[in-house]
């Protein structure tokens, strides 16, 4: 499915001047759905109105825009934009997001606005857009003369990754490369589009979003410029630039058009060649059902279904990278299952760790967030209650001595300055808004205290008024009132208008009772008023300071993640060879595959326990190159082979 384009028609009668502002950014945005924040809504006109309110079932209005007709207008409350955002991403939509960029009752004439970002199906950062359990692909693929080059970014996580195909079914390797990582979303260019009708097969197998980018956004000067500017001059080694900078430049481009902020959490490119992992064809993943099923494409009967026991959503990614990835280095291959072996063996500790892992949120998602400008303080905290499990994880892996264990626990930085910085801050228990104040913890900043002592004593000033009032005036039933509109104010009902005195200053006149102020109240309001609005725009300046701090620290804190998502991964594994009984593989380079009781690891699960038979193999590369399966339909046949082949991954 392509993203879809929108085009809004052209005007060239004179408009009001919103509408114009409206105009002049949608030009910019032609292809995106323009959400245009308008007070407490996020409004859509014209055709982007229609579209969407047929796709997200809202009333379609109309608005005076200086035209003869009514301007076609649908919107929705900025506080629950997230879901509707996702639901047009879900469809093809592409969604820019259009913000005031100044108070509206500060501004002199027209509320300067701008797009602070737009989201399409591979950029989603939001937590609660994305399967937890899975990355979200964002792919850009270079063709040259059937010739490819292939990046990936996980933009939520920050991973990037290139390779380059340029020998064999270079197409049919393509394909491959693409159902490994499932994208969300592929970028390419025009040569990509006329290489055997490509868009058409991925669109037909995958149902990827394509989205078809200018020549020059994959220009070899100007990609080579964008990834040296962002990872370094020696970011990709020269023998493996051909093809992989232009996939990885346009790829960066593309990021810097939609998430219009820092890209600081993306840190590393990784250049891989496709032979380092076993190469699995499309065919062969569909078949075996590594992380889906063939029959609905569901989670539930695939291989990674019985493997995954993770605690977090960053170890399930890393989970099942493994699955998709399947190592084929015979040191690599044994590394890790002496650390799953250990883990196995050690009951107590494999315990102890999944309880501390439980407790940790999804740090990779986390720091992301937080670098991109999108953190708020519950993220912070989030982050905070997840770095203070780290400690007790380091203590419980010195009594482990395998080395991928060893390693990762060296390589886990415990992070007590992150730690304490927020601990100090942030209140334990903070709104999701960073607006409206409410956020500090007394103690961390003198301002802040000092502003908050002069708001509560001039509100009890207040309050104390009330009775000195009732005393003074003697009108029993006075009473100090406030609203947004009219700020504070003195009540009188009817009956006691003789009481009044004459420094009370009529404020408004209601049915049955008068209000009043003084000039002493007058006074009092603006301390109280100008005390809270200081401390609520002071509390959201320090909170976008401690959030920059916090960011500043990005690689130490992804080091961190990724070494937690291999130990959750590790443990997963360990949890389920203890649990399923299963026993370490031989690994040997002599061309052998000797299996005794063989199971087969999802239909064993899906049987009533002990009804699977289990089944010996026996191939090699000289008398028993070639088994020959015969029986009846349903006998098990495919079912055998599958096995040998999920035993063997």
């Given at each position: 499915?392509?993203?879809?384009?929108?085009?809004?028609?052209?005007?060239?009668?004179?408009v009001t001047?919103?509408?114009?502002?409206?105009?002049?950014?949608?030009?910019?945005?032609?292809d995106?759905?323009?959400?245009?924040?308008?007070?407490?809504?996020?409004?859509?006109?014209?055709?982007?109105a229609?579209?969407a309110?047929?796709e997200?079932e809202?009333?379609?209005?109309?608005r005076?825009?200086?035209?003869?007709?009514?301007a076609p207008?649908c919107?929705?409350?900025?506080h629950s934009?997230?879901?509707?955002?996702?639901?047009?991403?879900?469809?093809?939509?592409?969604?820019?997001?259009?913000?005031?960029?100044?108070?509206?009752?500060l501004?002199k004439?027209l509320?300067?606005?701008?797009?602070v970002?737009?989201?399409?199906?591979?950029?989603?950062t939001?937590?609660?857009m994305?399967?937890?359990?899975?990355?979200n692909?964002?792919?850009?693929?270079?063709?040259k003369?059937?010739?490819y080059g292939?990046?990936?970014?996980?933009?939520?996580?920050?991973?990037?990754?290139t390779?380059?195909?340029?020998?064999?079914?270079?197409?049919?390797?393509?394909?491959?490369?693409?159902?490994?990582?499932?994208?969300?979303?592929?970028i390419?260019?025009?040569?990509?589009?006329?290489t055997?009708?490509?868009?058409?097969?991925i669109?037909?197998?995958?149902?990827?979003?394509?989205?078809?980018?200018?020549?020059?956004?994959f220009?070899d000067?100007y990609?080579?410029?964008l990834?040296?500017?962002?990872?370094?001059?020696?970011?990709?080694?020269?023998?493996?630039?051909?093809?992989?900078?232009?996939?990885?430049?346009?790829?960066?481009?593309?990021l810097?058009?939609?998430?219009?902020?820092?890209?600081?959490h993306?840190?590393?490119i990784?250049?891989?060649?496709?032979?380092e992992?076993?190469?699995?064809?499309m065919?062969?993943?569909?078949?075996?059902?590594?992380?889906?099923?063939?029959?609905?494409r569901?989670?539930?009967g695939?291989?990674?279904w019985?493997?995954?026991?993770?605690?977090?959503s960053?170890?399930?990614?890393t989970?099942r990278?493994?699955?998709?990835?399947?190592?084929?280095?015979?040191g690599?291959?044994?590394?890790?299952?002496?650390?799953?072996?250990?883990?196995?063996?050690k009951?107590?500790?494999?315990?102890e760790?999944r309880?501390?892992f439980?407790?940790?949120?999804?740090?990779?998602?986390?720091?992301s967030?937080?670098?991109?400008?999108?953190?708020?303080?519950r993220?912070?905290?989030?982050?905070?209650n997840?770095?203070?499990?780290?400690?007790?994880?380091?203590?419980i892996?010195?009594?482990?001595?395998?080395?991928?264990?060893?390693?990762?626990?060296?390589?886990?930085?415990?992070?007590?300055?992150?730690?304490?910085?927020?601990?100090?801050?942030?209140?334990?228990?903070p709104?999701?808004s960073?607006?409206?104040?409410?956020i500090?913890?007394?103690?961390?900043n003198?301002?802040?205290?000092?502003l908050?002592?002069?708001?509560?004593?001039?509100?009890e000033w207040?309050?104390?008024?009330?009775?000195r009032e009732?005393?003074?005036?003697?009108?029993?039933n006075?009473?100090?009132?406030?609203?947004?509109?009219?700020?504070?104010?003195?009540?009188?009902?009817?009956s006691?208008?003789?009481?009044?005195p004459?420094?009370?200053?009529?404020?408004?006149?209601?049915?049955?009772c008068?209000?009043?102020v003084?000039?002493e109240?007058?006074?009092m309001e603006?301390?109280?008023?100008?005390?809270?609005?200081?401390?609520?725009?002071?509390?959201?300046?320090?909170?976008?300071?401690?959030?920059?701090?916090?960011?500043?620290?990005?690689?130490?804190?992804k080091?961190t993640?990724?070494?937690?998502a291999?130990l959750?991964?590790?443990?997963?594994?360990?949890?389920?060879?203890?649990?399923e009984?299963y026993?370490?593989?031989v690994?040997?380079d002599?061309?052998v595959?000797k299996?005794e009781?063989?199971?087969?690891?999802?239909?064993?699960?899906?049987?009533?326990?002990?009804?699977?038979v289990?089944?010996?193999?026996?191939?090699?590369?000289d008398?028993?190159r070639?088994?020959?399966?015969?029986?009846?339909?349903?006998?098990?046949?495919?079912?055998?082979?599958?096995?040998?082949?999920?035993?063997?991954l």
């Amino acid at each position: 499915m392509n993203i879809r384009n929108l085009q809004v028609r052209s005007i060239l009668l004179p408009v009001t001047p919103m509408m114009q502002q409206y105009l002049d950014i949608k030009e910019q945005y032609k292809d995106c759905i323009l959400m245009f924040r308008l007070g407490d809504f996020y409004e859509m006109f014209f055709d982007d109105a229609v579209v969407a309110s047929r796709e997200l079932e809202i009333a379609l209005t109309g608005r005076d825009c200086g035209l003869e007709e009514r301007a076609p207008m649908c919107g929705v409350p900025y506080h629950s934009v997230d879901g509707y955002i996702a639901r047009l991403i879900q469809k093809g939509y592409k969604v820019a997001i259009c913000e005031q960029m100044e108070d509206p009752s500060l501004a002199k004439g027209l509320v300067k606005r701008e797009v602070v970002r737009v989201v399409t199906p591979g950029t989603v950062t939001d937590m609660a857009m994305l399967d937890d359990k899975k990355n979200n692909y964002l792919v850009a693929i270079y063709a040259k003369k059937h010739m490819y080059g292939f990046a990936a970014v996980d933009v939520s996580t920050g991973w990037f990754a290139t390779t380059r195909i340029t020998w064999g079914n270079t197409m049919g390797k393509l394909l491959d490369e693409i159902a490994k990582y499932s994208p969300a979303e592929i970028i390419a260019n025009h040569g990509f589009f006329d290489t055997n009708d490509a868009a058409r097969q991925i669109m037909n197998r995958f149902g990827t979003f394509i989205t078809q980018l200018e020549d020059g956004v994959f220009e070899d000067g100007y990609c080579t410029e964008l990834v040296r500017r962002h990872f370094g001059p020696e970011a990709l080694p020269e023998d493996e630039e051909e093809l992989c900078v232009n996939a990885s430049g346009a790829l960066l481009h593309y990021l810097e058009q939609t998430q219009k902020s820092s890209l600081d959490h993306i840190q590393q490119i990784t250049p891989y060649k496709i032979e380092e992992y076993m190469i699995l064809d499309m065919t062969a993943r569909r078949n075996l059902e590594l992380t889906e099923t063939m029959r609905d494409r569901s989670r539930k009967g695939s291989l990674l279904w019985v493997l995954d026991r993770t605690m977090t959503s960053m170890g399930a990614r890393t989970l099942r990278s493994w699955v998709e990835q399947p190592l084929i280095n015979t040191g690599d291959i044994n590394e890790r299952l002496d650390a799953v072996e250990e883990l196995r063996d050690k009951f107590m500790v494999r315990m102890e760790l999944r309880e501390l892992f439980r407790r940790i949120y999804d740090i990779e998602r986390l720091i992301s967030r937080i670098v991109l400008g999108n953190a708020n303080c519950r993220d912070l905290i989030a982050l905070k209650n997840s770095i203070g499990q780290i400690p007790y994880i380091k203590k419980i892996l010195e009594n482990c001595g395998s080395a991928l264990i060893s390693k990762n626990n060296a390589l886990m930085d415990e992070l007590s300055d992150v730690f304490e910085l927020i601990e100090r801050a942030i209140i334990d228990d903070p709104p999701i808004s960073v607006k409206e104040g409410g956020i500090i913890k007394p103690g961390f900043n003198e301002e802040v205290d000092r502003l908050k002592d002069a708001a509560t004593n001039g509100k009890e000033w207040i309050l104390s008024l009330e009775a000195r009032e009732r005393e003074k005036t003697g009108i029993k039933n006075l009473r100090i009132g406030y609203t947004k509109v009219f700020g504070y104010y003195i009540e009188v009902t009817k009956s006691y208008f003789h009481l009044v005195p004459q420094e009370y200053i009529r404020k408004q006149t209601l049915a049955n009772c008068e209000r009043y102020v003084t000039q002493e109240l007058k006074e009092m309001e603006e301390t109280v008023l100008g005390a809270e609005s200081r401390v609520v725009e002071l509390e959201y300046q320090l909170f976008v300071e401690i959030r920059r701090k916090v960011a500043s620290q990005t690689a130490r804190i992804k080091q961190t993640a990724r070494c937690i998502a291999e130990l959750d991964a590790i443990c997963s594994l360990a949890e389920v060879a203890d649990r399923e009984n299963y026993c370490r593989p031989v690994i040997s380079d002599d061309g052998v595959i000797k299996i005794e009781n063989g199971r087969h690891p999802v239909v064993e699960k899906t049987l009533e326990t002990g009804s699977f038979v289990p089944n010996d193999t026996m191939l090699d590369m000289d008398e028993n190159r070639l088994a020959i399966i015969t029986g009846p339909n349903m006998a098990g046949k495919s079912t055998y082979m599958r096995q040998v082949a999920l035993i063997v991954l």
